[in-house]
Nanobody, 120 residues
Framework: QVQLVESGGGLVQPGGSLTLSCAASGFTVSMADMRWYRQPPGKERELVATITAAGSSTDYADSVKGRFFVSRDNVKNTVNLQMNSLKPEDTAVYYC?????????????WGQGTQVTVSS
């Protein structure tokens, strides 16, 4: 059974840092395109960062480039999001997403989300 569990959220002051972790079970993260999304209060969910299965290339939303960094730990089977220089506008529920393809069929999985609040 596939499961994604996010952790690491919390309250942080502007300018601070947090590292989110997404622990996967039921599949290997190195075989999936992994993404972090976020949903600010009252707004739609938006894509924040991607790390691909093939080549491990990364991509980021313009709003977080140079501040957020996505990585994969193949030993722990986790995907992490290092968030630096946090701003109040980074406040959101952060979700982990996996796109896992087996043959011609791709499936998408979501975690339950973790709250990040940036406030003084």
């Amino acid at each position: 059974q596939v499961q994604l569990v996010e952790s690491g959220g919390g309250l942080v002051q502007p300018g601070g840092s947090l590292t989110l972790s997404c622990a996967a079970s039921g599949f290997t993260v190195s075989m999936a395109d992994m993404r972090w999304y976020r949903q600010p209060p009252g707004k739609e969910r938006e894509l924040v960062a991607t790390i691909t299965a093939a080549g491990s290339s990364t991509d980021y939303a313009d709003s977080v480039k140079g501040r957020f960094f996505v990585s994969r730990d193949n030993v722990k089977n986790t995907v992490n999001l290092q968030m630096n220089s946090l701003k109040p506008e980074d406040t959101a529920v952060y979700y982990c997403n996996a796109k896992y393809c087996g043959g011609f069929l791709c499936s998408y999985f979501w975690g339950q989300g973790t709250q990040v609040t940036v406030s003084s």
